[in-house]
């Protein structure tokens, strides 16, 4: 099975501070990727798509290495509201049972 | 508006019955999943179907059966079988370059 690796925390930061977490993938035919974020007993939601050139949505960044094989997002100036955990969602060309893969999530806890 | 409707949010089962989850998507996509995750774990595959009319068992399959009759439709059912059923299952639907997910079904065993 192609694999989805995520370290999972959980990252402790005080507010205000700025934190990156990484995700690494096996599949080098991995076609489109993503970061969610999923709230404790609830569905994961899209935070952002992510591409080679970089994408920036407000406090957030993400990054694509295709050639390291891994994705980063980067949060700056953390919110309370930032607590979460944060999956690593890949898209694989070839379907079947790693159509979609996941890594097992990011557990941030931003502190007061 | 295109999206991924799972039914019902929270669903109490007696023990040796079966229930049904219901997962319905109007986004055209070929592609469905169905993952369960327990309390401070990742998300397991169940079961996937990539087209009408076939599925394939994922990680965890015992206990569970599917069906993809419709495009639109990928029903899954927590037969008296699966022993350890309490548990949030998540509908997923993909193409290239999206993927939805359902809003969660916590299933509990009363």
């Known amino acids: 099975r192609k694999e989805v690796e995520q370290d999972p925390g959980p990252f402790n930061v005080p507010e205000g501070a700025t934190v990156a977490f990484n995700c690494t993938y096996s599949n080098s035919a991995s076609q489109s990727f993503f970061w969610y974020r999923q709230d404790c007993r609830k569905e994961p939601k899209l935070l952002m798509s992510?591409?080679?050139s970089g994408n920036e949505d407000g406090r957030f960044t993400a990054q694509l290495n295709r050639a390291s094989q891994y994705i980063s997002l980067l949060i700056r100036d953390s919110k309370l509201s930032d607590s979460a955990t944060y999956l690593c969602v890949v898209i694989n060309s070839g379907g079947g049972a790693d159509g979609l893969t996941f890594g097992k999530g990011t557990h941030l806890i931003i502190q007061p | 508006d295109g999206g991924i409707t799972q039914s019902p949010k929270y669903l109490f089962r007696k023990e040796g019955q079966n229930v049904t989850l219901s997962c319905e998507q109007n986004?055209?996509?070929?592609?469905m999943y169905w993952y369960r995750q327990d309390p401070g774990q990742g998300l397991r595959l169940i079961y996937y179907?990539?087209?009408?009319?076939?599925?394939q068992k994922g990680d965890i399959a015992e206990g569970y059966s599917v069906s993809r009759e419709k495009k639109e439709s990928f029903p899954l059912t927590v037969t008296s079988a699966q022993k350890n059923p309490t548990a949030f299952y998540l509908c997923a639907s993909s193409k290239n370059t999206e993927a939805f997910f359902g809003q969660g079904t916590r299933l509990t065993v009363v």
């Open positions: 986004l055209n996509h070929d592609a």
């Open positions: 179907s990539q087209i009408v009319n076939d599925f």
């Open positions: 992510v591409y080679s």
